[in-house]
């Protein structure tokens, strides 16, 4: 589905990836773990295509990306939450919502969006109870959830999640990632990025764990979860 080769991007003097390469499958949930500054959110800015690499090559779907524009790889199904809140904050959070369906390829009809943007407002009724309120006025988790969910109604086939449970209450944590869980059941692709790795080890098919730039582990949920019990990286990576 999507494939990094030998990823390289410095700020400056900042080597922020350092030849990274990973390999992401169809209909999986790849979990990427790492230490604040590790270069989590660089590497997902490089695959939506905010940030374009020095060196290196991006496939998706055995098609080169990496030198196309952002609005390009967002017409392909590629969907990235990011970590600061990007969201309209004079709109309302129905309009916020309304502006979900905005990149999708096939034009929706009125009525089918309502009934997807319901459907959003049973599944997070704190949503609902806000959706005449401007968006600026919620709280900083509540912006995440309407970010998250304006992403899934742009129906995406690969998501790109930076740090969801930021800011998020354990309870909403949950409720996000169990969200995950069902969108990959309908066949999304998804790559979540997490300091804390004990939450994205819930959902997670595989994962990598980077380290001042590079990939320094990688490995399915069994390698995971023991990389977890162990008490050096334990410390570091999981709290
Ligand atoms: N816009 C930027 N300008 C300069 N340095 C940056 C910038 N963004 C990130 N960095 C640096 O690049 C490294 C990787 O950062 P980042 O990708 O944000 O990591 P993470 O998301 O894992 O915290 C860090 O050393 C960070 O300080
Ligand atoms: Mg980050």
Redesign the pocket.
């Known amino acids: 589905m999507l494939k990094l080769t030998d990823l390289h991007v410095n700020?400056?003097p900042?080597k922020?990836l350092q030849g990274v390469s990973i390999d992401i499958e169809p209909n999986n949930i790849t979990a990427i773990i790492?230490?604040?500054?590790?270069?989590?959110?660089?590497?997902l800015s490089v695959i939506s295509g905010l940030i374009i690499p020095d060196q290196g090559e991006i496939y998706y779907k055995d098609i080169a990306i990496h030198t196309k524009p952002v609005e390009e790889r967002v017409k392909q199904g590629i969907a990235h939450v990011m970590?600061g809140r990007r969201l309209f904050k004079d709109q309302s959070v129905h309009d916020n919502l309304l502006l979900g369906f905005y990149f999708r390829n096939s034009k929706e009809n009125k009525k089918n969006m309502l009934k997807q943007i319901n459907e959003v407002y049973d599944r997070f009724p704190i949503l609902g109870e806000k959706k005449s309120q401007l968006a600026g006025t919620l709280s900083g988790g509540q912006q995440q959830l309407l970010i998250i969910s304006m992403a899934i109604l742009s129906k995406p086939q690969l998501l790109l999640l930076?740090e969801p449970s930021l800011g998020l209450a354990p309870i909403v944590v949950d409720q996000v990632y169990q969200y995950l869980e069902e969108l990959k059941a309908q066949g999304v692709t998804i790559i979540v990025?997490e300091q804390m790795a004990a939450l994205a080890i819930r959902i997670a098919d595989y994962g990598y764990v980077?380290e001042r730039?590079k990939v320094v582990g990688k490995g399915d949920i069994h390698y995971l979860k023991s990389m977890m019990e162990s008490d050096e990286m334990s410390s570091v990576y999981f709290g």
């Not at 790492?34 to 590497?43: E, F, H, P, V």
């Open positions: 700020y400056g900042i922020a790492g230490a604040n500054g590790s270069g989590k959110s660089t590497m970590e930076d990025s980077l730039g």
